[in-house]
């Protein structure tokens, strides 16, 4: 197992994001793989779509990704598969504006599997309308 637990998959990904490492967190994504992206409305199921969501995810200007810690929540769904939920934040420039987009997102991984992420849904915390 290349993953000791699904919380080092969690970091690898954040951390691939905020270094432009696209390879390695490409790479992370299991061949049949499902992403729900948030800075996209089209579902990607494809090797060569989520590298290029990825890819054009990294253009963006001082890109970060900041997890909020206890916001995450890890249920078990078996032996070596785990479901990761929680609230990260993507920080990038917009107009020489670093914005903040909070999003809550759910990981399903296998630790047994080489490339762990089975699916990966992401999206931004809506406004409240009260």
Not at 54 to 79: C, H, I, M
Not at 97 to 117: G, Y
């Amino acid at each position: 197992m290349p993953f000791q637990n699904a919380e080092d998959v969690l970091s690898r990904w954040i951390s691939g994001i905020c270094t432009g490492a696209i390879d390695e967190v490409e790479g992370l994504y299991h061949e049949t793989a499902v992403l729900v992206p948030t800075f996209s409305p089209h579902t990607v199921n494809t090797t060569q779509g989520i590298r290029q969501y990825f890819e054009q995810l990294a253009t963006r200007d001082n890109l970060q990704v900041r997890l909020y810690d206890k916001s995450l929540k890890k249920q078990p769904l078996g032996k070596n598969a785990f479901v990761l939920s929680g609230i990260y934040a993507f920080e990038f420039e917009v107009d020489q504006m670093l914005l903040t987009f909070p999003s809550r997102f759910t990981f399903a991984v296998d630790l047994s599997l080489e490339q762990p992420i089975i699916h990966h849904h992401s999206s931004q915390v809506p406004r409240n309308l009260s």
